[in-house]
C-alpha cells in the first residue's frame, strides 16, 4: 500500500494524489495548477504516473483546482472511471468546458501573434480542448447517497462524506485491505465549516488511520460571517442611495449564489429595497445557478424552509439574469444596480468592462467578496491604487471600495483543527493544499499524529 502526492504538495492548487494498493491504482483529484505563469507550466510536465493505469478517480469536488486536469488525463490515456456525486459531476462539466475554452483561446492568441511577428515556427497547442473534456465525461459514476459505503474492487471500498466546502463537496473515505491488514484513509477535500449559506455543516468524520488535510488557512482565523453579510448591505445601500452602481467580482461557483441568497434574504427582511435591480452578468455564474437550482439534495434546512414556503433560494425580484453579449453591453447605461459579473478577481470576464464605465465614479462602489492573489486587477485596487490600467486605457479609481472578508468557502484554523479532533487519533496526517507557511502552523497545533508536508512526487509506504 503506498500513497503518493502528485500535485497540491506545499501549494495550493493542482491537487491528484495517487492510491496503490492490491495492484489497484486509485487518485484522488487531478486538478489544475492555477496562478502566475511558472505555476501554469507544471500543467504540462508529466503527471507522475500513468493515466493509462488508472482505475478509478475519486473527485472531491468541481472546483477547478481538483477537477482541471481531467481532459489532460483523459488526452493521455485514462480508461478508468471517475467516481463522486452528481451535482460535483455537473460542475465538474461546466468548470471543464469552460477551462479546455480558455485553453484554446490562448493558443489561438500565442499562435496569432506569432504569425504576426512571421514566426510560424511556434504552433502553440492548447492544454487540452473541449472534446477532451466531453470525452472526459463518459466516464462519469454517480455516488448517490453520502455516509453509504460502495465496494470498488474486493478489499477496497470507498465511502463520500459532504464536507460543506462547495455544492456536491465530499470528504473521502478509502478503506484499503491487504495482506491481512486494513488501513482506513481519510481525504478532506477542502473543508467548509459550521453555519454557512445553502449548505450544510460539515458531516462529522470517520475514524481514520492517516488522514489526508488541506491547510489552506493553517495559519489563521476568518472573520465571522453574519458583520460580513451585513457591511454588504450597508455598502449596497449607501451606493444605491447616491445614485451609483455597485459591482461585485464574484466567483461563478458557491461565491455567486451565497451572494444571491443573502440579497434575497435582505429584501425579505426589509434591509435592502425590494425594487433593488441586481444584474447576473455572467454565463458561467448563470449556468452554476441552475445546477443549485437542480440540486436540491445538497441544501440544508434554512435553505428547504426557503424552498416549501414556495420560493425560490436564488430569485429576486429585480434580478436579471444577462447570458447574451448584447445585454451585457447594455448594462452601460444602467444606473442605482447591483452588478455581479466575473472574474473574481478581475483578470478576465465582463466585469473588466463594468469596472472601466465605473470605477472613475465617485458615486459608484466595488465589493470584493472573495481572495484576491498578488499581482490581480481586484488586488491592485484593493491595496488602494489611484489608476488602474483596463483594456489598454488609464482608468481613475474614484469608487469606493469594499473588502468584505467574511465569506470564505474553507475552514480557517479553528475548525481545521475542530475536524481534525474528531476524526480519531489518526497515526499520521499528511498535509496538503496549502502555503508552506501555514502549514507548519497548524502542523505546530497537531497534536498526537506524525505530522508530514509532503514535496510534489514524494511517495509514502502505508
Ligand atoms: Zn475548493
Known amino acids: 500500500m503506498r500513497i503518493a502526492f502528485h500535485g497540491a504538495a506545499k501549494n495550493v492548487t493542482g491537487s491528484c494524489h495517487l492510491v496503490e494498493c492490491r495492484g489497484k491504482q486509485i487518485l484522488i483529484d487531478c486538478g489544475l495548477y492555477q496562478g502566475n505563469r511558472e505555476i501554469d507550466e507544471e500543467n504540462r510536465n508529466d503527471f507522475g504516473f500513468d493515466p493509462a493505469k488508472i482505475d478509478y478517480l475519486l473527485l472531491t469536488h468541481g472546483h477547478l483546482d481538483h477537477c482541471g486536469r481531467i481532459p489532460l488525463l483523459t488526452r493521455r ?13 455537473e460542475l465538474a462539466r461546466l468548470v471543464m468546458l469552460d477551462s479546455a475554452r480558455i485553453q484554446e483561446e490562448e493558443a489561438g492568441y500565442r499562435n496569432y501573434k506569432a504569425s504576426k511577428r512571421r514566426n510560424r515556427g511556434e504552433g502553440a497547442e492548447p492544454l487540452y480542448n473541449t472534446l477532451d473534456a466531453l470525452n472526459s465525461m463518459d466516464a462519469f459514476v454517480d455516488i448517490t447517497r453520502f455516509e453509504e459505503r460502495h465496494e470498488l474492487c474486493p478489499g477496497i471500498s470507498t465511502t463520500f462524506y459532504d464536507a460543506g466546502h462547495i455544492l456536491g463537496s465530499a470528504c473521502i473515505l478509502l478503506e484499503l485491505e491487504e495482506a491481512g491488514r486494513t488501513q482506513r484513509l481519510l481525504f478532506s477535500g477542502d473543508l467548509g465549516y459550521d453555519g454557512r449559506a445553502i449548505l450544510p455543516d460539515p458531516a462529522l468524520p470517520p475514524q481514520a488511520d492517516a488522514v489526508i488535510m488541506e491547510s489552506t488557512y493553517g495559519d489563521r482565523l476568518h472573520k465571522r460571517l453574519e458583520p460580513s453579510i451585513e457591511e454588504l448591505y450597508q455598502a449596497i445601500n449607501t451606493t444605491i442611495d447616491r445614485g451609483g452602481n455597485v459591482l461585485i467580482p464574484s466567483f461563478a461557483l458557491e461565491r455567486t449564489q451565497e451572494i444571491l441568497y443573502y440579497l434575497r434574504e435582505g429584501i425579505e427582511q426589509h434591509k435592502l429595497p425590494r425594487s433593488l435591480q441586481v444584474f447576473l452578468d455572467s454565463p458561467m455564474a448563470i449556468s452554476a445557478t441552475q445546477i443549485f437550482r437542480r440540486h436540491r439534495e445538497c441544501f440544508d434546512e434554512e435553505t428547504w424552509a426557503v424552498i416549501s414556503a414556495g420560493r425560490d433560494p436564488f430569485e429576486l425580484p429585480g434580478l436579471r439574469m444577462t447570458r447574451d453579449t448584447s445585454e451585457s453591453i447594455a448594462l452601460k447605461q444602467v444606473r442605482g444596480a447591483v452588478i455581479i459579473a466575473g472574474s473574481g478577481m478581475c483578470t478576465g470576464g465582463r466585469i473588466r468592462h463594468h469596472l472601466r464605465h465605473n470605477l472613475w465614479r465617485r458615486e459608484a462602489s466595488v465589493v470584493f467578496v472573495g481572495y484576491a492573489a498578488g499581482g490581480t486587477l ?19 479609481v474614484n469608487a469606493e471600495i469594499y473588502t468584505i472578508g467574511g465569506f470564505s468557502a474553507h475552514a480557517d484554523q479553528g475548525e481545521l483543527l475542530k475536524w481534525h479532533g474528531r476524526t480519531g487519533s489518526p497515526a499520521r496526517t499528511f498535509l496538503v493544499h496549502g502555503e508552506t507557511a501555514a502549514m507548519e502552523v497548524l502542523a505546530g497545533r497537531l497534536a498526537d499524529t506524525r505530522v508530514e508536508m509532503p514535496e510534489l512526487h514524494q511517495s509514502f509506504e502505508l
Not at 490515456?77 to 459531476?89: E, L, M, Y
Not at 481586484?378 to 481613475?396: L, S
Open 77 to 89: 490515456g485514462f480508461r478508468g472511471t471517475v467516481i463522486t456525486t452528481s451535482a460535483t459531476r
Open 378 to 396: 481586484a488586488r491592485q485596487i484593493i491595496d488602494g491604487a489611484t489608476e488602474v490600467r483596463i483594456f489598454q486605457e488609464m482608468v481613475e
